[in-house]
């Protein structure tokens, strides 16, 4: 099991991102995965979550309406979708998966890639 996060850059207020997140092992297409971001001095947040169908989404209250969470088990990603960026969104976005979950979001994650670092800035 591996996931790879990338996507991440310095962009502007107000600008778009897109962060991919490529996964490894067959098992990973029956779990839901989903984005973490750690600032530096702050807690761990988690971002959004998407269920191994893609049919069931979480995002945190943060970020509900400017982010958009999807996948693509074909091609074994995971993508986040970034809007209307803030200063405060900049973090290092990991992707994380509960590897022995049922598929739904909610469980705790137990593995995570590494990180991407995204940075909004003028």
């Known amino acids: 099991v591996q996931l790879q996060a990338s996507g991440g850059g310095l962009v502007q207020p107000g600008g778009s991102l897109r962060l991919s997140c490529l996964y490894s092992?067959?098992?990973?297409?029956?779990?839901?995965i989903g984005w973490v971001r750690q600032a530096p001095g702050k807690e761990r947040e988690e971002v959004s979550c998407?269920?191994?169908?893609?049919?069931?989404?979480y995002y945190a209250d943060s970020v509900k309406g400017r982010f958009t969470i999807s996948r693509d088990n074909a091609k074994k990603t995971v993508y986040l979708q970034m809007n209307s960026l803030k200063p405060e969104d900049t973090a290092v976005y990991y992707c994380?998966?509960?590897?022995?979950?049922?598929?739904?979001?909610?469980?705790?994650?137990?593995?995570w890639g590494q990180g991407t670092q995204v940075t909004v800035s003028s």
């Open positions: 994380a998966t509960d590897r022995a979950g049922w598929g739904d979001c909610g469980s705790e994650y137990d593995y």
């Open positions: 998407i269920s191994s169908s893609g049919g069931s989404t």
């Open positions: 092992g067959f098992t990973l297409d029956y779990r839901a």
